[in-house]
């Protein structure tokens, strides 16, 4: 069973900067993508980004710009830095894995509040 263990949520004022970090309890040879979701309340769960086995970033609809995802193979973990926050940002960040066996894996999440 693959187990995700997500840190770095919080309070951040507007205009601030966070860096999300989501370790995997696999090594990085058995995973295929590695990303981020996020939920706001009362509204669906939506893509953030999620990096490929190649490195390759992809980010969801009006997520470019102050999003960047990374991955650090060696420990896999997977990170996500967002700038300038807005109180839009607000929301349970979810990590989300699939492995080379195409299974999916989500993390417990972790809450990101952006306000003043």
């Given amino acids: ?60 609809n009006s997520m470019k710009g102050r999003f960047t995802i990374s991955r650090d193979n060696a420990k896999s973990t997977t990170y996500l830095r967002i700038n300038n926050l807005e109180p839009e940002d607000t929301a349970v960040y979810y990590c989300h894995l699939v492995d080379t066996r195409a299974m999916a894996y989500w993390g417990q999440g972790t809450q990101l509040t952006v306000s003043s």
């Avoid at 590695?34 to 990096?51: N, S």
């Fill in 1 to 60: 069973q693959v187990q995700l263990v997500e840190s770095g949520g919080g309070l951040v004022q507007p205009g601030g900067s966070l860096t999300l970090s989501c370790e995997a309890s696999v090594s990085i040879g058995d995973i295929s993508l590695m990303g981020w979701y996020r939920q706001a309340p009362g509204k669906q769960r939506e893509l953030v980004a999620f990096i490929s086995s190649s490195n390759e970033p992809h980010y969801g």
